[in-house]
């Protein structure tokens, strides 16, 4: 399998404006510049800094020399844009002695950077070709370690650990997550890194956009309030950071991406609940009748009754529906309603 590059610009800082269709057949897979319009031009500010080698035929060739066709099933768009990988970088504050995780390093584009800013680097892939591939790229220096396991099912704890020795025990140091992830597994990464703010102060990701916009900013009373959004609020402060268009990866997703930071809260700013798994049980049950008001869904917790007094002493309508309530909300629901 060979990756064929035709007509290839040199990188300039406009690069992130270029367009790229690719063409795959089972043999060979091609990448063509086609354009270079401004209509779909990523708003990554230029930096004066160019680092070496630019990550656009950095990644390619990496690929080309593993005869590696992007796995759709494995989330694999690759970043071809240094500038975002760097934004990427200072939006987490990387900086020299950092601890950093990321978690699907593809071919080290980002690892480059990261390492660059003087982090070490504990990176998780789980395709073995491109585990291979990165811990080749990166044999010469101790400050990356790579882990080719799947993320959602490694013992995240205990490589963390041995990667930070007696650190991670005195709990005197906290890592940050810095990844442009598979936007197949997103939910299953945040539900796994928010609860972590005893070991990371920051995650900061890519993510597909909407995913993003979801995440960050959901209004009350829209089907788009979830119970992830009262997850995400109660484990740490989310900000939406930059827009990254779907240009800028290889192959070319069919939706846009953006970076969120999710700073992370320590235990004891979560907010008071006596339990969070009876917390997030109620908040689930809530939810489950999306159509339905509290008194009934609730009713295995309570009797309707108690459900709608309690409402009430929330400051609620007795009639609220989950889509009505913020986290605060909930808290105090539950603390007069839920197990103690
Ligand atoms: C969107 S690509 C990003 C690659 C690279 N970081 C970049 O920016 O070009 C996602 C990467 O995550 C890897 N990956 C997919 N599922 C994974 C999982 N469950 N655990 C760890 N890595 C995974 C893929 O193989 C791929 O290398």
Known sequence: MTLLLHNLPPITSSASSLHHTTRTTKSDITVCVVSSSNADKPKIKPKIKIKEPDDYHATLKALNSKGRIPRKS?????????????????????????????????????????????????????????????????SATHRVKVIQEDFTRCNLRSHLSSFLGSDFSEGNS???????????????????LLPMGDIFSEVVLLLQEEAALRMVDPSLRTSEY??????????????YKFKVPRANFFPQPKVDAAVVVFRLKQAA????????????????????????????????????????????????????????????????????????
């Open 269 to 340: 700013d979560y907010p008071q609940v006596s339990s969070t798994k009876s917390f997030f049980s109620m908040v689930n049950s809530a939810f489950n009748g999306k159509r339905k008001m509290l008194r009934k869904t609730l009713q295995h917790i309570k009797p309707s009754l108690e459900i709608e007094e309690a409402l009430v002493n929330v400051g609620l309508a007795a009639t609220s529906r989950p889509e009505e309530l913020t986290l605060e909300d909930f808290v105090k629901l539950h603390n007069l309603i839920g197990d103690t």
């Open 74 to 138: 494995l989330g694999q768009h690759y970043m071809l844009n240094g500038e975002v990988n760097e934004q990427l970088v200072d939006a987490a504050n990387v900086g020299d002695g950092d601890v950093v995780l990321e978690i699907g390093p593809g071919t080290g584009s980002l690892t480059n950077v990261l390492v660059e800013s003087g982090a070490n680097v504990l990176a998780i892939e789980k395709d073995p070709y491109m585990a291979a591939l990165v811990n080749e790229r990166f």
């Open 174 to 192: 906290y890592a940050k997550v810095v990844a442009n992830i598979p936007f197949n597994i997103s939910t299953d990464i945040v539900k796994q």
């Open 226 to 239: 979830r119970p992830i959004n009262i997850f995400i609020n109660f484990y740490s402060d989310p900000e």
